[in-house]
Structure formats: C-alpha cells, structure tokens
C-alpha cells in the first residue's frame, strides 16, 4: 500500500524559515528521483525542488534557489525542504511526489502560509 506523507507546515511570518519532512511507504523510494510540489490557490502544480535518487544531484525553481535546499535520507526513506527567507509568494500546498510525478503518490500536501 503506497502511502505518502508530507508534514512541516504552518503559518510562518516573512523571513522566517521552516522545514518540511515527506515520508513515503509501498514504494521503491531509494531508486527514485525524487521532488518538491507546490499549489497556490488560482495557480497549477508546480516543481520547486528535486533530488536524486542517491542525493548528489538537485535541482531548484529560479524562485526560491539560495532559500530552500532540499535533502533525502534514504534509510528512514524521507525527503527534506528547508525552507529559508519564505516570502508571501510561497505560500502554497507542498507536495512530495517522484521525478517526474506518478499520480498514485499524490499526499494530502501540507499548506505553508507566509503571513504576519
């Protein structure tokens, strides 16, 4: 049973910083490239982050390149989103998905809201 699950987020004031965490079960996680989703509201899914499989490649949105670094651990088969110098523009759903995403890895996502 594949079971995804992304957690980590919360409101979070501007310039602050945040680290999502993304579980995955029923999947071969550590053969697989893996990545960062988010959805804004009125907007489409889009890649923020990604990682390879063994973690020595990544790769980043323009947008938030220098402020998020993403990371893996292939034993607890977690992937990681250190978010800093959130801006309100990232506010948004995160989801954790495979590079490129398979639909029955979708999660609930967690929302991150940067507010004050």
């Known amino acids: 049973q594949v079971q995804v699950v992304e957690s980590g987020g919360g409101l979070v004031q501007p310039g602050g910083s945040t680290t999502l965490s993304c579980t995955a079960s029923g999947m071969s996680f550590k053969s697989n490239n893996m990545a960062w989703y988010r959805q804004a509201p009125g907007k489409h899914r889009e890649l923020v982050a990604a990682?390879?499989?063994?973690?020595?490649?990544?790769d980043y949105e323009d947008s938030v390149k220098g402020r998020f670094t993403i990371s893996r651990d292939n034993a607890k088969n977690t992937v990681y989103l250190q978010m800093n110098s959130l801006k309100p523009e990232d506010t948004a759903v995160y989801y954790c998905?495979?590079?490129?995403?398979?639909?029955?890895?979708w999660g609930q996502g967690t929302q991150v809201t940067v507010s004050s």
């Open positions: 998905n495979t590079r490129p995403p398979d639909y029955v890895y």
């Open positions: 990682i390879s499989w063994i973690g020595g490649t990544t």
